[in-house]
């Protein structure tokens, strides 16, 4: 059974810092990119970034260019999502997301094969 399974979502003043996690089960992790999206009320899901299992490969929205960092730990099948510098534009519930082979067009959401449940992250002003 695939899984995935975000966390480390919370309550965070402006400029303050969360590291988010998904863990990945139930498929070959290297053969996958794993995406993190997020969508605010009222608001389409959005691409944040992504990164290719196979040769590490980053890409990020220009929102969060300089500010997020994604990184992955294919010993344990995991992707982080390092969040600094947060804004309350961030304010959205995160989601990871699996899709197999490169990510062409990483941020479309429909090209993922899996999902998890979200994690929701506040950031106050």
């Known amino acids: 059974e695939v899984q995935l399974q975000a966390s480390g979502g919370g309550l965070v003043q402006a400029g303050g810092s969360l590291r988010l996690s998904c863990a990945a089960s139930?498929?070959?992790?290297?053969?996958?990119?794993i995406g993190w999206f997020r969508q605010a009320p009222g608001k389409e899901r959005e691409g944040v970034s992504c990164i290719s299992s196979s040769d590490g490969s980053t890409y990020y929205a220009d929102s969060v260019k300089g500010r997020f960092t994604i990184s992955s730990d294919n010993a344990k099948n995991t992707v982080y999502l390092q969040m600094n510098s947060l804004k309350p534009e961030d304010t959205a519930v995160y989601y990871c997301?699996?899709?197999?082979?490169?990510?062409?067009?990483?941020?479309?959401?429909?090209?993922?094969?899996?999902w998890g449940q979200g994690t929701q992250v506040t950031v106050s002003s």
């Open positions: 997301a699996a899709r197999y082979g490169s990510p062409q067009v990483w941020s479309s959401y429909y090209r993922y094969d899996y």
């Open positions: 139930g498929f070959t992790f290297d053969d996958y990119a």
